[in-house]
């Protein structure tokens, strides 16, 4: 258990809908990734926010957006849903971003499938 | 744009043997690099990291070796064990870890 949480844990919704998947990162870490993982595909980064701010962008669609609240879990919001957004859903927490790297942490993802 | 590659999807070794998991980059700027092992139907582990100052750091049974000037990185596994059957993915950084490049994968199995 790495002690990052992801709700729910299987998503079944409709093209055009919106949906919303949601990280508790591990007690005390600040920074909070996204990623992607479609079927025979590696990890795409999606978005990363640090202690409630955005600190990189990925490739991550105009229709997908994210946000970490102050109690530091995050929101990954994916609106007007397409067949291609199926996929595995990861999110990640390390405990800092400045002075050096920390290793991610990774919560047990959410698949969404969209028909 | 893939600038972390795994070329190989899938590698099969014996139990008690080595397990050589290779990774290739392309970003020079990168500097930090991880691997991570995935079983089915769970999130990524964290296995073992190397920074570019250095070339090589061991950890138990894995060692991951750095060739900055041939942008490659490798895993070994040694000895192997049916329990390393699994996913492993190369992950690199280069901004302070604000952005991790992920290969693609290569799925270990390691036969009893």
């Known amino acids: 258990d790495s002690g990052v949480t992801q709700t729910p844990k299987h998503l079944i919704t409709a093209t055009g809908q919106r949906v919303t998947l949601r990280c508790s990162p591990r007690s005390g870490d600040l920074s909070v990734y996204w990623y992607q993982q479609s079927l025979d595909q590696g990890l795409q980064f999606l978005i990363h926010y640090y202690n409630g701010e955005e600190r990189a962008k990925g490739n991550i669609l105009e229709r997908f957006s994210a946000q970490q609240f102050p109690d530091l879990h995050s929101e990954l919001n994916l609106s007007s849903l397409e067949l291609g957004d199926s996929a595995l859903y990861f999110c990640?927490?390390?405990?800092?971003?400045?002075?050096?790297?920390?290793?991610?942490?990774f919560g047990p993802g959410t698949r969404l499938t969209v028909l | 744009d893939q600038q972390v590659k795994q070329n190989s999807p899938s590698l099969s070794v014996q139990e008690g043997r080595i397990s050589i998991l290779n990774c290739d980059y392309t970003?020079?700027?990168?500097?930090?690099f991880l691997w991570y092992k995935k079983y089915p139907a769970e999130g990524p582990t964290f296995l073992i990291s190397?920074?570019?100052?250095?070339d090589k750091n061991e950890d138990g049974r894995f060692t991951v070796f750095l060739n900055k000037s041939a942008k490659h990185l490798s895993l070994h596994i040694v000895p192997s064990q049916p329990g390393d059957s699994a996913v492993y993915f190369c992950?690199?950084?280069?901004?302070?870890?604000?952005?991790?490049?992920f290969g693609t994968g290569t799925s270990l199995t390691v036969i009893p």
């Open positions: 990640a927490s390390s405990l800092r971003l400045a002075g050096g790297y920390n290793e991610q942490f």
């Open positions: 190397i920074s570019s100052i250095k």
């Open positions: 970003n020079s700027m990168f500097d930090y």
């Open positions: 992950a690199a950084s280069g901004d302070t870890g604000n952005q991790f490049y």
